[in-house]
Nanobody, 120 residues
Framework: VQLVESGGGLVQVGESLRLSCAVSGFTVDDYAIGWFRQAPGKEREGISCIKSSDGSTFYADSVKGRFTISSDNARNTIYLQMNGLKPEDTATYYC??????????????WGPGTQVIVSS
């Protein structure tokens, strides 16, 4: 089982990025997949979750209306489209599998993460 995050980078305030979470060892339909982020000195924050088998999604208030999570079953990949980026979105972003559609019960480990830096 492996998850690999990619797509991060350095952007200006208001710009967009699309993060990818490439899954191997299981299919994106098998479990919910969630994105969380961690900035230096701050607590880990769960920001979005998708259960591809029924299409349910969840967003934290901090990203609702700006971020969109989606799945591509053919590529076995979960995406996080991030629009209207703010300096407070600066963090390393990770994805992991979860047992529930709110991504509260993590099932396995996360990947190496991808860093997002939003410059003002």
């Amino acid at each position: 089982v492996q998850l690999v995050e990619s797509g991060g980078g350095l952007v200006q305030v208001g710009e967009s990025l699309r993060l990818s979470c490439a899954v191997s060892g299981f299919t994106v339909d098998d479990y919910a997949i969630g994105w969380f982020r961690q900035a230096p000195g701050k607590e880990r924050e769960g920001i979005s979750c998708i259960k591809s088998s029924d299409g349910s999604t969840f967003y934290a208030d901090s990203v609702k209306g700006r971020f969109t999570i989606s799945s591509d079953n053919a590529r076995n990949t979960i995406y996080l489209q991030m629009n209207g980026l703010k300096p407070e979105d600066t963090a390393t972003y990770y994805c992991a599998p979860y047992a529930d559609s709110r991504c509260l019960r993590r099932l396995g480990s996360w990947g190496p993460g991808t860093q997002v830096i939003v410059s003002s």
